[in-house]
């Protein structure tokens, strides 16, 4: 798959393609189903398939938001689609000059430039300034043909990063994974922490998660994924108040039967299921006692739970 930054007209192609626009946090089963009708209108049409998007969050840009947190980082995008054999991720440089752009002048940029001839969106897609456009106005847009997806609900409820989000503030991750269609995932760099786990017989790897949303504060049964090999995992995200409580939260995942030393190295965590939350011990011993409960009920998960 390839990776097109765009940035107003230096993107250029005579081939034609079929494309999905949003911004895609967490490629969520809702946003699945704009990726499965982007294939087949591919197939269909013989276009190439492509998925535009935003490199940050309009809402962080604008102002709106204090913080940017996702579901799913660009890589973590790229490789889904990849995966699923889409040709091309279009990514928009967004910034407030963006926001400012016309519905008319979003489409001659963005759509018609890059040679879109069918676009798929959702029903409550909004496009240029103010959210003055909608996926109707590109209905009526010439030379472009349009899918509008209906919502997609799951329990009574639309499906959206918010409810996801809202979800895993809850540490409700089995129910996170119905909302997405696949588990929830975290990819980093392994760097250094306080190696306490070590003298205590619990070695973790200290996670860089940068600016993805974390499930509430607890330990969690994971998998992680290192050098193309699995292996189950305990996952602590919190501030270890029994040593002196941290700054900010960490995310540390103790790798069973595994001893190698992977600083540096990148780590994907995968969520399966929330054991408990995060407790403050009087001394080792009971930390100890509690790793330990802790790391057989991950065992006897394994065994028993088969995905």
């Known amino acids: 798959m390839k990776i097109v930054h765009l940035d107003g007209y230096q993107w250029n192609t005579n081939v034609p393609i079929v494309s999905a626009i949003g911004y895609f946090d967490g490629l969520h089963a809702g946003h699945m189903e704009l990726v499965k009708e982007v294939l087949s209108v591919s197939k269909k049409k013989e276009y190439k398939s492509a998925l535009m998007t935003f490199d940050h969050q309009p809402g962080y840009i604008l102002g709106y938001l204090k913080e940017e947190k996702y579901l799913s980082s660009m890589l973590d995008r790229r490789d889904i689609l990849e995966n699923l054999g889409v040709d091309y991720l279009l990514i928009i440089d967004f910034s407030k000059e963006v926001a400012r752009l016309s519905p008319d002048t979003f489409i001659e940029k963005y759509i018609i430039n890059s040679h879109i001839k069918h676009v798929v969106c959702g029903f409550d897609f909004c496009f240029g300034y103010q959210n003055q456009g909608d996926a109707y106005d590109l209905q009526n847009y010439n030379g472009i043909d349009v899918s509008i997806i209906d919502e997609v609900i799951y329990d ?152």
Do not use: W
């Open 156 to 307: 009574n409820e639309k499906i959206s990063s918010s409810r996801i989000r809202q979800c895993l503030d809850l540490g409700r991750i089995e129910y996170v994974k119905e909302l997405l269609g696949r588990r929830y995932t975290i990819t980093g760099k392994i760097i250094k922490g306080r190696q306490i786990g070590r003298t205590i017989g619990f070695k973790t790897a200290n996670v860089e998660y940068k600016n993805y949303y974390l499930p509430k504060r607890g330990v969690y049964v994971v998998k992680v994924y290192i050098h193309n090999h699995e292996y189950k995992g305990m996952c602590n995200i919190g501030l270890n108040p029994t040593f002196s409580e941290l700054s900010h939260i960490s995310l540390e995942v103790n790798i069973l039967d595994f001893d190698e030393d992977i600083y540096g190295e990148f780590l994907k965590v995968e969520f399966y299921s929330k054991i408990r939350g995060e407790k403050t011990f009087d001394n080792r011993d009971g930390l100890i006692q509690q790793l330990t409960s802790d790391q057989q009920y991950i065992r006897k998960y394994f065994t028993e739970n088969v995905d």
